[in-house]
């Protein structure tokens, strides 16, 4: 058991926003013990939870009371990798700012404001029983793990042979997060980024925060950061998406072609039945 966790003190992370371009500014602070994860956007606010999803198309957005912002998982892997449970984010734009298109800048700036322990358990949720979600040949799972870790196993097929067929399996705790996934960065294939861009989605995508893969290659001139870095982001995003539910999971995720929509589906058929979990506090 592990104690709840609030940054030390207010701090800005600014930059251009992936799909609206626009530069936006986060402020995030500290919040007292059992606040859970607050946006806020102008002079409305909601509490982050698997309720607040309501969108899974390419990113994971939430809203609801006025509030609707995209893309929240990457920014949030580093929540749940931290175990901050406590934390006002306020927010300028529709999207937090897209930085290097992974997770480790938003890491090592929450790290850098200092983080402080809470007199409060983190709640931990136990997966009891296997859940399952499938569409066609694509699946994401959970079953109990007996070890008491969060096992995070995932497959992805791309015909495209940059890509290709690619699994990765980790623990998720802090050190392996930000030694083996933090880092991975989002991908987007160049044949659709005009169609994207003519949606007014993607106008602040480059290669700065997005792997671009072409026919067959990864065009941007660094190459790729490390072995398996599509299906290591898959992973971040996986766990990002995890952060609705504000507890240390224990359990093991597997999915083959997984996705945001398939992960939010998993998470609320686990909360429909309270047989398929339990709740540590
Ligand atoms: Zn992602």
């Not at 990457?74 to 749940?80: E, I, Q």
């Not at 015909?159 to 802090?174: K, W, Y």
Request: aromatic share 8%; hydrophobic share 35%; with cysteine.
């Amino acid at each position: 058991m592990r104690n709840e966790k609030t940054v030390l003190k207010e701090f800005l992370i600014s930059g251009v926003a992936l799909h609206t371009g626009k530069n936006v500014e986060m402020k995030i602070s500290p919040l007292p013990k059992g606040s859970g994860i607050i946006f806020k956007q102008g002079e409305n606010s909601i509490e982050l939870s698997a309720q607040t999803v309501i969108g899974t198309e390419m990113a994971t957005t939430i809203g609801g009371n006025g509030v609707k912002i995209h893309t929240v998982e990457h920014f949030l892997s580093a929540v749940y990798a931290l175990g901050i449970s406590n934390l006002l984010i306020e927010i300028d734009g529709e999207e937090p700012p897209a930085l290097d298109g992974s997770g480790i800048q938003f890491c090592q700036e929450l790290e850098k404001s200092g983080l402080v322990e809470q007199e409060k358990t983190r709640q931990i949720i136990i997966i009891e029983k296997t859940v399952r979600v499938q569409s066609g040949n694509r699946f994401v799972e959970i079953s109990p793990n007996s070890e008491n870790r969060f096992h995070i196993n995932s497959t992805i097929s791309f015909e495209n042979s940059a890509i290709g067929e690619q699994s990765f399996a980790v623990d998720v705790n802090l050190e392996n997060y930000r030694e083996k996934i933090a880092k991975a960065r989002t991908f987007g294939f160049l044949k659709d980024f005009d169609y994207l861009k003519s949606k007014g989605l993607a106008q602040g995508a480059s290669y700065d925060n997005v792997i671009v893969v072409g026919d067959d290659e990864v065009l941007n001139s660094g190459g790729l950061r490390c072995e398996n870095e599509f299906v290591r982001h898959k992973i971040l995003d996986v766990i990002g998406d995890f952060t609705v539910l504000n507890a240390d999971i224990i359990g093991n995720y597997k999915s083959f072609a997984g996705s945001h929509n398939l992960n939010n589906q998993l998470i609320k058929k686990i909360l429909s039945d309270k047989s398929n979990y339990s709740v540590k506090s």
